[in-house]
């Protein structure tokens, strides 16, 4: 331990410190994910909180075969520098990952980086100005944030209901937007199995969308880390393949359909835009690991890599279900929530007197984890909502976990009509069938800015 | 490929992107190193470019057998997110490499990042305010150029001597600033084998630095890469040590006593500006390869480490040494160089008519590559110097490629004679001796914010 060091928290040197801090820090803040991360690790809690895939169902032994190859073949290139833009042999396979979805790229295009998450660090490096507007969904992915609070924007969110953003609030609020003066930069959106929210982008909504990025000279950033992992319905098209890429930058990543752990992203974007993209990634981190790049071509030799998302995505979809059943068995008729046909979330509403930041706390005694809503607003919103995940915990974790967040849910229930002698709207009677359909009950998806939970269905069903 | 992406190089459309362009992307200029990277992985190319190490020195069978540890012991973990922070284990192989340059850390001190590069980066991120004054050596590391440049930082560049930095012209610089209101945030230095000059910060000057920094008011980034890397001479005192981590941010990386491939390095910093950094970390690339963290762990626990610096070192050491010889045998008198006693990097300083960015495309042409000096500038200086890297290649090729280099300098050196009407200063009379010391020949060191280049002495010698 050097002298001094933890003398850091006294008031007088905090000060000292903080004067010396960039404007930028005051608005960076962490995301409750990241923080629960040394809370959630704690093998007794069951987190539904983190993003994280089933990183177990990877066969060890493909793992040591790929490393065993790359020994053989290519150990001097796998520790050494790379090109900032990244590996040939790398980009050839998210060619391929990309025409899997149906988008068709040139590999000289593509920027291969360290996760998804850079892209967005990136993007916002090369367009961002302190005050320039930065548009994204309402709720959005709260990685998000951060990322473009470093470069100073201005976040403004758009609400989401069952079809994703809604492209007429978007309409106007640009409009508004445009009679303020403010700069628009950047829509950042993901469309697909939207993350916290689950929902999709419709299709007439994504080309609206494009309308009014090309009449209102915006460029949208499509963050498409889930398209393929698909539970049920047919493929929605990104935003990319309807654009042709002269308005959209598209992020990919290999975090869900190979492991997180490698921090293996990329981007393709206009050759402007791209050529700074590069420049910030000299800056940022000169080059992608190079070790994690031929560990992807190696994996993708072997021709495993759709067989791997197919499997995860049949555990993923009965997890979902297994989710879903849990809900309607163990929250109280108040709640509503999201049922995805993809991806790793649904997104759950309380009702609004229920603050799930605090709920996350006595949650916390119970061992459960879960991301307060408010975590993926700027503004405020989303207090009573939280996401859940179901692709990191197995299903008996499932079921127990939102067992015990039912069992917090229904004390803030009682506390609340006890304080306010209010009745609860429902009383639950008894267990209900997880797969009844129960139509009529709707969140209050009027609320401005508030998301519009879809109907609470049956899981298989749509 | 898509439709419409190549139309992007039409001037009309560049337009349309420029004007999406952050300002802050006018300053972050592509790095000459990158930019060779593509024509310097051409296999007939000698490239005294690159900062490369040999990694080809590594035993393939010691990297199939941590990898064969990691697939048996953890293998969903290594495919897996981690904390921002970095892992425990990886942290306690930070303590060990920290203990070995007599630096002593507590591992919750520690954030691992993304290679060094990421701390320049993520300090910078979290200190500098558009047109604060980051202060760095003249000539500085080229990549940490852009770094700075992406917060709009102003960096002010103080010359360097045979003992480092000059402090003399330190203190008169940070007066000056002050009395232009000036914020100085930030000094930049790689103390101990200096990249690119090669040269060492003195004991005596260190100790100034650090009361200049409390007198200031500003921190310090001590960036560390090369410092076991020494070929002869005593340890020295890193600046981390000797303040405690008060005022020093210590900047450390794996990248040259294993493999940059990987990626990982580590930052250790003040608490409040650590949480900041953190934060900004987050927002940047979410946590560090997972993969390359356990490798590192499974690497140290072989307890091979120290034992692959000495063989590195031993390499290294007899490539300078062959550099410095062919240097001696093929520059003109006219040329002056720095003698290092460790690291990476030679510098070079030809007369100031020759430009050396010229003289690369010259040299390329021949099939050998090297850092222009000027981009070691940010105000232009270094245009007649150059840096030439002795550890990515063979003693061999360094020969041969210094033998290219000496061809197209004599070229120039006659071209300007032939131009100028001038006879040359002195003409090579044969081969010379390479072990010949020539005391007497000292380059134009009194030059205002020029590099005092070392006395030419024989390599092995000191």
Known sequence: MSGGRRGGSLPPQVERYARLLARRTQAMRSTAMRDLMSITERPEVISLAGGLPDTASFPPRVFAE????????????????GPTEGLAETKRCIREVMSAEGMRVDPQDVIVTTGGQQVI??????????????????????????????????????????????VDELAEQLEQLRALGKRVKLLYTVPTFQNPA?????????????????????????????????????????LFALDGGEQVIYLGTFSKILAPGIR?????????????????????????????????????ERQRWRSYVELVSTIYRRRRDTLLNALAEHLPPEATWTVPRGGLFVWVTLPDYIDTTDLLARALRENVAFVPGEQAFVDGRGKSSMRLNFSGCDEQQIREGVRRIGEVVEEQIALYGTLTGQPRHGARSGRRESTAKEPGREGAGSEPGRVVPMRRRAPGHR
């Open 66 to 81: 790929i490393f065993e190859s790359i020994a053989s073949e290519a150990c001097a290139r796998a520790l050494q520098y």
């Open 121 to 166: 660090d990136l993007v916002a490096r090369a367009l961002v100005d302190p005050g320039d507007v930065v548009i994204a969904e309402g709720p959005t992915y709260p990685g998000a944030i951060p990322a473009f609070c470093s470069y100073e924007a201005e976040i403004v969110q758009i609400s989401v209901d069952d079809e994703g953003l809604r």
């Open 198 to 238: 689950g929902v999709t982008l419709a299709t007439g909504r994504r080309r609206r969308i494009l309308e009014l990025a090309r009449e209102y000279g915006f460029l949208i950033l499509e963050d498409n880390p889930y398209g393929l992992l698909r539970y049920e319905g047919e493929p929605t098209t990104p």
């Open 264 to 300: 293996l992203g990329w981007v393709v974007a206009p050759t402007p835009v791209r050529e700074k993209i590069n420049i910030g990634k000299q800056a940022a981190d000169l080059c992608t690991s190079t070790l994690s790049q031929l560990m992807v071509h190696a994996y993708f």
